[in-house]
């Protein structure tokens, strides 16, 4: 008999499918090779965890979501009081033309999230703040969160 009959017969004794089994370890290998980053508060419990916006600056929904849509991730900063985003390799994609210093700190997001704070928040304006303790991205009455700087947690 072999591992997968095996298997199978053990499994179909506690009434568990092989396929149910596989389709499982399926999904949480997704999940673990393609790294989900950021996190989506409600905007009080954001406002709370984060402190109050000293810096705002604001971009159009339809744009980022365009941007997004090709990229893995992106990442966020506020320069000059203007939006800038750049892809994993820290070249800008917006605003067209913008420099980016070596040495300012950008957040990382993954896409899914990223559309996820999009469609939650539904909204044709999206704000990028800079909170007493954090950078967050806000659309409507959502916050996008737990991102990673960058530097020195830069994606390879």
């Known amino acids: 008999m072999d591992w997968c009959t ?39 419990e954001g406002e709370a965890k984060f402190g109050a916006v000293t810096m705002r600056a604001t971009m159009e929904s339809r744009i980022l979501l365009n941007e997004a849509k090709s990229r893995p991730y992106l990442m966020f900063g506020i320069a000059g009081g203007v939006v800038v985003v750049a892809d994993k390799e820290r070249k800008i994609v917006y605003p067209e033309g913008f420099e980016l210093q070596n040495e300012k700190v950008m957040m990382i997001y993954s896409r899914e999230r990223i559309e996820e704070l999009l469609l939650r928040g539904g909204e044709e304006i999206v704000y990028a703040e800079q909170r ?25």
């Open 6 to 44: 095996c298997l199978r017969e053990r499994l179909a004794a506690k009434g568990i499918r092989l396929t149910t089994v596989l389709f499982a370890l399926l999904l949480f290998a997704g999940e673990i090779n393609g790294q989900i980053i950021g996190e989506i508060f409600s905007r009080s």
């Open 132 to 156: 007493e303790k954090a950078f967050t991205l806000r659309c409507g009455e959502f916050i996008l969160e737990v991102g990673t700087p960058c530097p020195p947690y830069c994606l390879e």
